[in-house]
């Protein structure tokens, strides 16, 4: 395998942001820098509308997962530096990148592009001076100039020779930190992860806010929530700050003086005001959920239309359109699935109502809650909420601790 020396960084929509767009590049490298942190030696040099990753001898095979999963990356690709501008030594290194191919392709093509002037052979002269060699070291290749299988990229500039050929997939997006801040519903589901996991996507910070009902939940449901926070964390910040409420007494309230079809629908009327108040406090600017239309009885247009008008922050839903294969599909691609399907149970999950209303309206929930002391259950949650920080890394050590 090639020892490559740098990874080129392509990114999509953030090349049209314009004056704005040296913010991005900015927020992009400090994440970076905070996901390789464990690898001092590496460089990040972003000029010409290009950003490169030196390596310095850090090992691409452990750097290139945690580049993939840096939002803002559209694709990226290992790439062999030479401080050599003598030809036989760029025709060994374009040989041994394509090389290491894996399956061998049945057609390449050759891009040479000549940024230092003083390199005296023009980029033609170089394609057929390259991919001469390469034919004749590796039989059974063939050149396509139309549909190759694999671009050989070969880009001479004054610092040296940069050589590519492998263009890896990642998430796009906007690197987060570039979008405010919002509040996470985060339940111990599929949903509310991938929701987290869509809402950094567009640049978004996240707090998690959790809704827990001891002694009905358990510390096990707890840890789940804050290691799915920690799964999902690695995608920004490397960690989450995760509020955890006790809702017990607000729960066996309603319970206790509302309808028992109506219980979920006044459960997330509150979820909601307890959210906006921690989100004035954390000077977040929305509410993320995980709901999805039509779901469950609280996810149709008219409960979702009943919930919200407890607040006049932006809810976002990131899932409202999606169908649960989708979901579940990116839980796969993100890592939550396994840990979201353990068998604990959160706070939704207890006091179910046999047939829970799925066309609820205002007037009735307001109706229903005046038997309540909405502003004294709600600045006690709030008051009693713990903060805990929740983080892949702390994970990871904790399991070392086991053995």
């Not at 060994?92 to 050759?110: C, G, H, I, N, Y």
């Not at 707090?207 to 009902?213: D, K, L, P, T, V």
């Not at 002694?215 to 799915?228: G, I, M």
């Amino acid at each position: 395998m090639v020892n490559y020396d740098d990874i080129l960084i392509r990114y999509g929509e953030m090349a049209l942001k314009g004056k704005n767009r040296g913010m991005f590049e900015k927020q992009l490298i400090t994440n970076l820098k905070r996901s390789l942190k464990d690898f001092p030696d590496i460089e990040i040099e972003n000029t010409y509308g290009r950003m490169y990753i030196s390596l310095n001898g850090a090992p691409y095979s452990e750097v290139e997962p945690k580049v993939k999963k840096i939002f803002g990356i559209t694709s990226f690709s290992p790439t062999k530096r030479i401080d050599s501008f003598e030809l036989e030594t760029i025709k060994e290194a374009a040989l041994s990148v394509m090389q290491d191919v894996s399956p061998q392709p049945r057609t390449f093509k050759v891009e040479t592009n000549r940024s230092n002037k003083r390199f005296p052979h023009r980029s033609m002269e170089m394609n057929n001076f390259i991919g001469g060699y390469v034919l004749k070291n590796m039989p059974g290749l063939k050149v396509d100039v139309r549909q190759p299988e694999v671009l050989l990229k070969v880009e001479i500039r004054n610092e040296g020779t940069f050589i590519n050929c492998l263009d890896v997939p990642a998430n796009g997006g906007l690197p987060v930190g570039t979008s405010g801040k919002a509040m996470l519903l985060l339940s111990g589901g599929i949903d509310s992860p991938v929701a987290g996991w869509m809402t950094m996507k567009r640049g978004v910070r996240l707090e998690g806010i959790h809704f827990e009902s001891p002694p009905f939940t358990s510390e096990r449901a707890r840890q789940k929530v804050l290691d799915l926070a920690g799964i999902v964390s690695q995608y920004g910040a490397g960690e989450m700050r995760v509020h955890m409420v006790p809702f017990t007494k607000i729960q066996t309230e309603i319970r206790q003086k509302c309808p028992e079809h109506y219980l979920i629908t006044i459960m997330r009327r509150f979820m909601m005001r307890i959210a906006e108040r921690i989100a004035h406090k954390r000077k977040a600017l929305a509410i993320a959920t995980g709901e999805s239309l039509g779901q469950v009885a609280s996810q149709t247009m008219e409960s979702m239309y009943t919930i919200n008008n407890v607040t006049k922050m932006p809810i976002l839903r990131p899932l409202v359109a999606m169908d649960k294969a989708d979901i579940i599909r990116i839980a796969h691609q993100i890592g939550t699935y396994e840990t979201s399907i353990l068998p604990f149970e959160d706070c939704c999950t207890i006091f179910v109502p046999k047939s829970p209303v799925t066309r609820p309206n205002v007037e009735k929930a307001e109706k229903f809650e005046q038997k309540l002391d909405i502003e004294g259950l709600v600045e006690e949650a709030v008051r009693n909420t713990e903060i805990v920080v929740a983080s892949a890394i702390q994970k990871q050590e904790e399991s070392l601790d086991l053995f």
